[in-house]
């Protein structure tokens, strides 16, 4: 589980058609990385598109970004190095 204050990075995106879906690894800088603001749950457990975590939402500050912090899905994203 993460945690506020982690060191992260993207791994993958999930990709979503009319028809299906599927997780598509994430290709860009090695150098993106970023810390996480802020959590969100949902306030019901459910199994959405088989997430490991469909109920974590994590807002992101990437260090390469111009867009400011954005939110994923707890799935798209990897602990690098836990936060004190």
Do not use: C
């Amino acid at each position: 589980m993460f945690k506020i204050g982690d060191l992260v990075r993207r791994v993958k995106i999930l990709s979503v058609t009319d028809i299906d879906y599927e997780w598509v690894s994430y290709e860009g800088t090695d150098k993106a990385y970023g810390i996480i603001l802020d959590i969100e749950q949902a306030v019901y457990e459910t199994k959405v598109v088989n997430l490991k975590y469909p109920e974590i939402f994590v807002k992101v500050l990437w260090q390469q970004s111009d867009y400011g912090a954005i939110w994923h899905w707890g799935d798209e994203i990897a602990l690098i190095k836990r936060g004190k």
